[in-house]
């Protein structure tokens, strides 16, 4: 393919390489239900998807009268890396367009998520394209904001010496959309059918730029992408 018009591309993880969320939501609302809020992994996943569960400790204790702990989360990221581990699958078509971006763009791709470093590295590891995103893995839990601030991507455009402007950022979810164009990049919606994923206009009312439902589309749309004038 030819080089994108971007100096890098910028992932999601959840959602977007890896269709983690129907695992995660399905472990959390398990826990949940221990603490006494009954509720379904559908209904788990239309609340938290694309938040970081350490940030919505307050919803939590309102509905729960439990204060989330360090030793809460601890084991709720040791349940669900079990799952992951077991269960985990990519988004169809998914590493072959982070193959084709790493090869057009030189390596100047990375992988920019809201979750744990963990995580995000055991489900890289798990689809086999961890090799890809080799030292420019970056997680919000290791920023001053999580999602929708922009500091992650912000963070991801620095190490690789780009402006964010000139970077493409492709998400999910109306959160990391939000963050991606706090940070001035150009983003991508990956918006299918699927319960998890953020409709496509709700994904433009955040600003994104182009919405597309097969990652197998990526690497054209991106390769062919020109701005609108204004």
Same mark, same amino acid.
């Given at each position: 393919?030819?080089?994108?018009?971007?100096?890098?591309?910028?992932?999601?993880?959840?959602?977007?390489?890896?269709?983690?969320?129907? /695992?995660?939501?399905? *472990?959390?609302?398990?826990?949940?239900?221990?603490?006494?809020? #009954? /509720?379904?992994? +559908? +209904?788990?996943?239309?609340? !938290?998807?694309?938040?970081?569960?350490?940030?919505?400790? &307050?919803?939590?204790?309102?509905?729960?009268?439990?204060?989330?702990?360090?030793?809460?989360?601890?084991?709720?990221?040791?349940?669900?890396? +079990?799952?992951?581990?077991?269960?985990?699958?990519?988004?169809?078509?998914?590493?072959?367009?982070?193959? #084709?971006? @790493?090869?057009?763009?030189?390596?100047?791709?990375?992988?920019?998520?809201?979750?744990?470093?963990?995580?995000?590295?055991?489900?890289?590891?798990? /689809?086999?394209?961890?090799?890809?995103?080799?030292?420019?893995? !970056?997680?919000? @839990?290791?920023?001053?904001?999580?999602?929708?601030?922009?500091?992650?991507?912000?963070?991801? &455009?620095?190490?690789?010496?780009?402006?964010?402007?000139?970077?493409?950022?492709?998400?999910?979810?109306?959160?990391?959309?939000?963050?991606?164009?706090?940070?001035? &990049?150009?983003?991508?919606?990956?918006?299918?059918?699927?319960?998890?994923?953020?409709?496509?206009?709700?994904?433009?009312?955040?600003? *994104? &730029?182009?919405? !597309?439902?097969?990652?197998?589309?990526?690497?054209?749309?991106? #390769?062919?992408?020109?701005?609108?004038?204004?």
């Amino acid at each position: 393919m030819k080089a994108p018009p971007f100096d890098a591309v910028l992932f999601d993880c959840d959602g977007v390489l890896v269709d983690s969320e129907p /695992i995660t939501n399905r *472990v959390l609302a398990e826990m949940l239900g221990e603490l006494g809020w #009954a /509720i379904s992994t +559908e +209904e788990s996943m239309r609340i !938290f998807t694309g938040k970081a569960v350490k940030d919505e400790a &307050a919803l939590i204790e309102a509905r729960t009268g439990f204060a989330i702990t360090p030793e809460w989360l601890h084991g709720f990221r040791g349940r669900r890396n +079990e799952a992951l581990e077991r269960d985990l699958l990519a988004i169809p078509n998914a590493a072959l367009a982070v193959r #084709a971006l @790493h090869a057009a763009l030189d390596g100047r791709i990375a992988c920019a998520s809201g979750a744990d470093r963990h995580k995000v590295e055991l489900q890289l590891e798990k /689809i086999g394209i961890l090799d890809c995103f080799a030292g420019r893995i !970056f997680s919000g @839990h290791e920023t001053p904001r999580s999602k929708p601030a922009p500091d992650v991507y912000l963070a991801a &455009a620095a190490a690789l010496g780009v402006d964010p402007a000139r970077c493409a950022v492709v998400e999910d979810t109306v959160t990391g959309a939000t963050a991606g164009v706090a940070a001035g &990049a150009t983003v991508f919606g990956y918006s299918p059918s699927d319960l998890g994923h953020s409709g496509p206009e709700a994904l433009r009312a955040v600003g *994104v &730029a182009q919405i !597309f439902t097969d990652m197998a589309q990526l690497p054209g749309l991106l #390769a062919d992408w020109r701005p609108a004038v204004a």
